[in-house]
């Protein structure tokens, strides 16, 4: 069971990073150098899902295998990588963050993802988020609004093994409706309300998690039930806010 914890995922402050992943962990020069620190980066990966993510709570085995597979250094601009597997957020540019790993793996559990799942993230970012519900579900589609990372994050999907992942550019507000129903949705964007096509968009027993607020958020899960959507809070956080058509005055 996921423990609350104190507000997580903080914004950073804007600033003028390049794209998200660029190859390698650092200049490494030779083939015994570069095997010494893979096995490194390897450890620092299982510490990190160790002390900060189930030490807190996250059981799911396939949730915390993800979490150790998927390469988070891979994913931030290189003036962040030694600080990759942090218990913290990282910028990634254009005023966006990669989310802290603790919250990636909190979603993802929260999703309750199986092998056969087909599930939807709004807001990309660099794409760390959706490498690692690729290594848990069947189809994974995923929605950036910032066209410079919608197509960074494609590249280093692609690049890592993760070419299966379908990235759109453009508003997730409405979702993706011709590849819909999805049996998860994940919006990794504070929205001072929960969007209606992406609840319409949840398959029977579908859920959406999502941060909804101001200012700090709390983070909530909307299950589609024969009885109707039922919402469940789990603990406060902190995330950049979703823009684009969210912004305009509810109908």
Known sequence: MLRPLAPIAATFA???????GEPGWSSLQGAGRMEADIRDIE?????MVADQIEARGISDPRVLAAMRAVPRHEFVPERWRESAYRDRPL????????SQPYIVAAMTELAALQPDSRVLEVGTGCGYQAAVLQEVAAEVYTIEIVEELA????ETLARLGYAAVRVRHGDGYRGWP??????AILVTAAAPRVPQPLLEQLSPGGRLVIPVGEGFQELEVHTRTSHGIEVRRVFSVRFVPMTGEIREPAP
Do not use: L
């Open 14 to 20: 804007a600033a003028a990073i390049a794209g998200c």
């Open 43 to 47: 450890s620092t990966r299982a510490r």
């Open 91 to 98: 910028p990634i540019g254009s005023g966006q963050t990669i």
């Open 151 to 154: 197509r960074s994050a494609e």
């Open 178 to 183: 011709e590849a819909a129903p999805f049996d």
